[in-house]
């Protein structure tokens, strides 16, 4: 009934408020604004800004910042520990990247008091769980395009964490939290130090802080155990989602391709798997379903529930920064920090499933056949069968994930007179990361332990120990057979299975260096006014250099597959160094050269109906090495009709360069899950992708306007509302292995998509698939944003209500110039892990203070949305999802002790233990069966804790 309550008022607040972010008056003082260089209050600056005080942030969710931020409803799509798969670790993007608008992660520029962050992963995205937590002040969230001011990246907006840099005194935090369900635990812990030096010259801060959370499996919760699955409708009906054979859900679902302890695929004894003897018996299907070998019940496998769900995450940062006033008008600052970060997660089994299943030849002494099954064999002319067999009963790979961050500035600020401030200065960034995934099958070893034989005595040995060639038994002296024949085979044949398993390494290192210099003040007065302005310059590199120890390149001509492979029979043509992981290496740089001018200028003020006019303008030149030069610009505008409201608007351009990885990347491997037309076949298919030193920066065009009302007659009362349209032409993108096949298939094998598949014959499944990244993409999103803020007094305490919520009116998205355009607001879409993107999201945040106690309540609000979209074969037979609301709540009580103003408090997330809602996805047991990037999975969770300053 609370929750009800509480998720009414929202929605009553939401009809009476279109607002959109803006600053709330917390105080009088002057807070420099990040939408603009120029320094003004940010209810005055044209560009739509939210700051969220981190006090508020931690009350609803004390894990991290990052955490907190990804509740607005401004972030959609982010990822995190706790909203990312963890099945592959090629994509080296599971920290917190925060997503703006939902149009991707490198398309948010990340600030740290202004300084931009460099990448933390080799594919340019940052993970702010490098950002220290201590000394942030608020974050300020700019929800518009600020490329003219902050440069590349800035397309959907920047997120500036903003530094606390006159704190004094010492502080310390420790706290602890715990599911409801007994996992998820996890303690924070902490310090900072501030004071001033040299008789108030100099001041100095300090911080350091831990992080550590357990995480949890995916069967620690029973949604994720039931194998549920969207799959077709209708049997041999036509093509999984089509309007013959539409999606629905279904429980129990296994994949037919193979079988945990081994099915045969093809032959005379195809569709028999062995029994744990070894022995055959008749492979049971099961119930069949309207996708291709997808059925429920029988036989096959599932991915295994025993896999991570949120991802154990540990962090540990130091940070310190000291300033000094050289002169009265001059002063110099100098601050670094360190964060490690370590994720660690298991991941899929090991398998021979298509395209890389196991030929197991008839000499092998762990073939249990009968003389009737190897006569029908050898009347067939077969020497060996294929076998597909998934191992979820063996050890399962795991991964572990360092990323290492350092960061250090220094650089000299100052004032002319009392109209000019000027700041130059120099910045180092620099990010490891690092990934090791071990207990992976390594295909030369995997293909070598299956071959067994017997040797001349008898024993049972890896045939290519016996190979005539030295080269070759060297090579393999140290094999050992593994049997895959029979559920627990492997296991009994231990060495063999440590053999054939090993580990995909790689490691990133990205470099940033930057020197800047800018000078903002007052040009000249008008009747209406002074003129302001802000100028300056931006030389800066970066640099990529990313190794591994499972190029794919060093795999993609025959002659090097034979080399690689010689001395082992029956290894597919797809198999590169390791099941799952092979990411190819990447080196290059970038230098780039950038000069930008800020005016402001006052037209009107103190007039009817113009209490103030104001224009705004700014511009940017910039020059990439890579790409040549290209120009960003804004002009906004600010009317103040009467005191108490103010309207605003802003157009803009705005770029996103290609990252190093976009330009530079070699050939990376994946594989997924392809439901192919051609065929009729539902397997796992190879993706090829690498980079495209022929790409351009994205280009973006940003329109907002709307209004400020600070009401004299309602004091403590703000609201603002601004629509948003964000239009981005050339993205950088590429086609998924479905679009694919569909756009080759649709075209009579004519299109330019067919020369990227590879068939052994026309009707036959892929090999492979390549993907191109180019400038082939059109994406463009608009909505209302909305934020008001109210402070009273209520009884015998004061009450605070602040309200951030989002309309998504489009996000239309073409994926190259010759496909049609497709309009995702209000849907959802299911596939490999579901997404979706409903209407309306919001946050009511309400404070209550009376004495020595404060009462905080968080309601987020995630609307309703219809699961499909107009894409081919994205019926989902009307599925719908209502809206959800969380409930978060603090208690806090503050008192003295030991000296210091100290409060305790207790944290309930998710306090009503909202379920997520059952949104499977298209492959068994993949993934958790709901949207992770939109629901909770965790459910309700207690965190309890002090804060103390002193």
Known sequence: MKARIVGSLLMSASTVFLAAPAMAQDTLEEIVVTGSRITRDGYTAPTPVTVAP??????????????????????????????????????????NILNLRGVGGNRTLILFDGIRVPPTTFRGDVDTNVIPNMLIERVDVVTAGASAAYGSDAVAGVVNFVLNRKFNGAKVQAQYGISEQGDNENYRVGAAFGTDLFEGRGHWLLSAEQYDNKGMLRNDRDIATQGYI????????????????????????????????????????????????????????????GTPSYFVGGDGYTIPYDVTAVAPLKTQQIFQRFDFDVTPDVRFHAQGGFTRSDLSYSSLANSFVPPTSATIYLDNPYLNLTNAQR??????????????????????????????????????????????????????????HGVDQSGLF??????????????????????????????????????????IMGEGAALSTPDGYAYATGTSSYDAAITQHMVSAAMQGSLFELPAGTVDVAFGAEYRTQKLKLTSNANPALLDTAAERAAYFNGVQGVPSSALFYWLTNVGEAAGDVNVKEGFLEVNVPVLSDMAFAKSLDINAAGRITDYSTSGR????????????????????????????????????????AIGTLVDPVSGITANVPQISGGNTGLKPEEADTFSIGGVLTPSFLPGFSLSVDYFRLKIDGAIGSLTPIQMVTNCQASGGTAPECALITRPSATAFP??????????????????????????EAGPGDLTLRLYASYLDEYKTQQSATAPVYDFAGYGSSANQPIARPKWRGTLNVSYDIGDFNIFVSEQYIGKWALGSQEPNQNYNGAKQSAVWYTDATVTYRTQAFGAETELFLTAN?????????????????????????????????????????
């Open 767 to 792: 090999t492979s698939v390549r993907l191109a990244p180019a400038n082939i993409a059109f994406l463009r999103t608009s909505g209302i944003d909305f934020d008001a803020t109210y402070r009273t």
């Open 230 to 289: 969207y799959a077709g409708k209708n049997a041999g009906a036509g093509t999984p989602g089509s309007a013959a054979n539409p999606y629905v859900i279904y429980k129990g679902v296994t994949q037919n391709t193979a079988a945990n302890g081994g099915k045969i695929l093809s032959g005379p004894l195809a569709n028999q798997r062995f029994l744990p003897d070894g022995t055959l018996t008749a492979f049971n299907n099961g119930t069949a379903t």
């Open 54 to 95: 981190v006090a508020d942030l931690a009350k609803a969710t004390p894990s991290s910042i990052p955490d907190a931020l990804n509740k607005l409803p401004q972030f959609q799509l982010s990822s995190s520990p706790a909203r990312s798969t963890h099945n592959f670790a090629n994509s080296a993007s599971h920290g």
């Open 442 to 483: 390594n295909w030369r070893n995997a293909y070598a332990a299956i071959d067994a034989v017997r040797d001349g005595s008898g024993n049972i040995v890896c045939r290519a120990t016996l190979s005539p060639d030295a080269a070759v038994r060297q090579r393999f002296a140290d094999c050992k057979p593994l049997n």
């Open 910 to 950: 998710n306090l009503f233990d909202r379920d997520p809602p059952l949104v499977p996805g298209t492959i068994p047991g993949l993934n958790l069966p709901t949207i992770i990037s939109l629901y909770d999975t965790v459910g309700r969770a207690y965190t309890v804790g002090v804060r103390a300053k002193f």
């Open 630 to 669: 290209v120009e960003t610009w804004k002009l906004g505008a600010t009317w103040r009709p009467v005191d108490d409201f103010l309207l605003r608007t802003t157009r803009s351009r705005d770029i996103r360069a290609p990252t190093l990885f976009d330009l530079y990347a070699g050939d990376q491997s």
């Open 375 to 432: 006569a029908q064999l050898t009347a067939a002319g077969a020497n060996s069968i294929s076998v597909g067999a998934y191992n979820s009963y063996a050890p399962k790979p795991h991964t572990k994930e360092r990323t290492d961050y350092y960061t250090a500035n220094a650089g000299f600020e100052g004032d002319f007179g009392s109209d000019w401030h000027w700041n130059a200065g120099y910045v180092y960034g620099k990010s490891k």
